[in-house]
T-cell receptor
Framework: DAKTTQPPSMDCAEGRAANLPCNHS???????VYWYRQIHSQGPQYIIH???NNETNEMASLIITEDRKSSTLILPHATLRDTAVYYC??????????????FGKGTLLTVNP | IAGITQAPTSQILAAGRRMTLRCTQD?????MYWYRQDLGLGLRLIHY???????GKGEVPDGYSVSRANTDDFPLTLASAVPSQTSVYFC????????????FGEGSRLTVL
């Protein structure tokens, strides 16, 4: 699986958009980009994933560059409850042998009032 | 609400003792996983199971064993606990042929003295 690089921490003002970057320059053609987050003392929570196209759901938007070497998770209107560690993960597709995800250290997003 | 149930939520254990962390899911997911989370190291995969009856090793399997006798249950056993196994343990599941989205439990905090 391709490795990812994320900044260790970021700050965002409440009500503003939070843009979390992720580099995955060694991603291969059949690997997806997944985003999870973990609020303090809770289990990780799935946010969104994508392959090539930009994706949007009720939680966030995912923008993947055309060369797929980087992506950005966008929380359009951050709230205090969005303070969490955000993990960018590239998931291999090995034809059914396993679908495990490898978590790195993530980005601690702090939303300030 | 249905999902992943872990037990116990917290446990203090003497070194050398045997301990089993329980995990049950009611979503009929094929795949299940055990992660440990340690400060500064993120989430690391211990063992996984793609389907009932099969298991596989993750990044840090030494000192742990798992079994998958049925779809719903995936216990993690520490045969002889050591202090380095002090950690927060998360169980997760996914519908392996679906999006790859993992559903996590709320964690089991284990302290080995």
């Amino acid at each position: 699986d391709a490795k990812t690089t994320q900044p260790p921490s970021m700050d965002c003002a409440e009500g503003r958009a939070a843009n979390l970057p992720c580099n995955h320059s060694t991603i291969s053609g059949n690997e997806y980009v997944y985003w999870y987050r973990q609020i303090h003392s809770q289990g990780p929570q799935y946010i969104i994933h994508g392959l090539k196209n930009n994706e949007t759901n009720e939680m966030a938007s995912l923008i993947i560059t055309e060369d797929r070497k980087s992506s950005t998770l966008i929380l359009p209107h951050a709230t205090l409850r969005d303070t969490a560690v955000y993990y960018c993960i590239v998931r291999g597709n090995s034809g059914g042998s396993n679908y495990k995800l490898t978590f790195g250290k993530g980005t601690l997003l702090t939303v300030n009032p | 609400i249905a999902g992943i149930t872990q037990a116990p939520t917290s446990q203090i254990l003497a070194a050398g003792r045997r301990m089993t962390l329980r995990c049950t899911q009611d979503m009929r997911h094929n795949a299940m996983y055990w992660y440990r989370q340690d400060l500064g190291l993120g989430l690391r995969l211990i063992h996984y199971s793609n389907t009932a009856g099969t298991t596989g090793k993750g990044e840090v399997p030494d000192g742990y064993s798992v079994s998958r006798a049925n779809t719903d249950d995936f216990p993690l056993t520490l045969a002889s606990a050591v202090p380095s196994q002090t950690s927060v343990y998360f169980c997760a599941s996914s519908a392996i042929w679906d999006t790859g989205e993992l559903f996590f439990g709320e964690g089991s905090r284990l302290t080995v003295l």
